[in-house]
């Protein structure tokens, strides 16, 4: 590989003054400047991109968490990131977790050891206190999760509220048997849900019934597995909160396999608003949320942050969520 010292000795000049026509210094005749361009021409000189990051102390490139990839939501999300950080000329890492604690934690090595600029996490594995760390190496801010006392950029949106509001409807729709779905229990998010479902049931005097609170909930084989659960209960649901789209198709395609009529003998609301809603007959009533933009606005407070615009601190941004109404209610 052509180094800058055999550049040097093929114009008879120094180091120096190649290195100064490399980054477009201003001190350098334009004779020499013109044979130094050609030679570089002439022999197809690449710069040593790593080398030239080592020295600026850092790469363009920030890491992405999420649990996989396969998932519609995490696939937006992706999109999201990716798309921003393209027109602000960085490179996304994408790590897919699987849910594992050890793989977040060796994500967060690469910020360590300044194989990348900063780190978006777009869930949460491991306890805070194990995250916190890392802090002194680079920026790491959360996007589509919640720590209550994170000191550091938290962009979501507001679970708690979108769930007391799907709840609601289905009350409105003459429910007063209803249950809730959610994936993984040390999720503050999805502990925020939990709540906004109590509190909805409270304010209408509805009975809680923990039967009908379903665990380790995240795709279509587990709307299969839900269905099944709630049609073998002796005081089953008429509805329920299934915290993601891809849980409420599979659900209701076994339901109406079943011979179930959804929503006349099981109301069904999803999560997300993906195509999938769009699709499944019945279509899916869902709650809507801004999944590139929040992607979009992760990268560009994270790049905030690594610039010096604004100090790494907590500060939680919510966007707004809509009640997409279909015909699975």
Not at 20 to 44: A, C, F, Q, T
Not at 87 to 97: G, I
Not at 167 to 178: D, F, Q, S, T
Request: proline content about 4%; hydrophobic content about 40%; charged content about 20%.
């Amino acid at each position: 590989m052509t180094t800058i010292d055999e550049i040097a000795r093929l114009c008879n000049v120094s180091k120096t003054t190649v290195s100064r026509v490399l980054n477009n210094h201003p001190y350098v005749s334009k004779e020499k400047r013109e044979m130094i361009l050609k030679v570089i021409n002439e022999i197809d000189y690449t710069p040593n991109s790593i080398a030239r990051q080592f020295r600026k102390n850092e790469t363009r490139t920030i890491a992405l968490s999420v649990p996989s990839i396969d998932h519609p939501f995490f696939a937006q999300l992706i999109k999201g990131v990716s798309l921003q950080a393209l027109s602000n000329k960085y490179k996304v890492v994408v790590f897919q977790t699987f849910y594992n604690q050890t793989i977040e934690l060796e994500l967060l090595e690469l910020l360590k050891h300044k194989e990348v600029d900063g780190v978006i996490l777009g869930a949460l594995e491991n306890n805070w206190c194990k995250i916190e760390p890392f802090l002194k190496y680079g920026p790491i801010l959360l996007c589509n999760e919640y720590h209550h006392s994170a000191n550091i950029p938290i962009i979501g949106y507001n679970e708690f509220e979108a769930t007391y509001k799907a709840i609601v409807h289905l009350i409105e729709m003459g429910h007063n048997k209803i249950g809730f779905c959610y994936d993984t229990p040390y999720s503050e998010a999805q502990c925020q849900r939990k709540d906004g479902y109590l509190k909805a049931l409270d304010d209408y005097n509805l009975p809680h019934n923990k039967d009908w609170i379903f665990g380790g909930v995240f795709n279509i084989e587990d709307g299969f597995h839900i269905f099944e659960q709630i049609n073998n209960l002796k005081d089953s649901p008429t509805a329920i909160f299934t915290g993601n789209d891809q849980v409420a198709a599979g659900l209701i395609k076994r339901a109406t396999i079943s011979g179930f009529n959804v929503p006349k003998d099981l109301a069904v609301i999803g999560f997300d608003n993906q195509l999938i809603c769009q699709v499944v007959t019945p279509t899916i009533t869902s709650i809507d949320i801004p999944i590139i933009e929040l992607g979009q606005k992760a990268f560009l407070k994270l790049i905030d942050c690594l610039l010096g615009n604004v100090s790494l601190r907590r500060e939680v941004i919510r966007l707004p969520t809509n009640l997409i109404v279909r015909e699975s209610t």
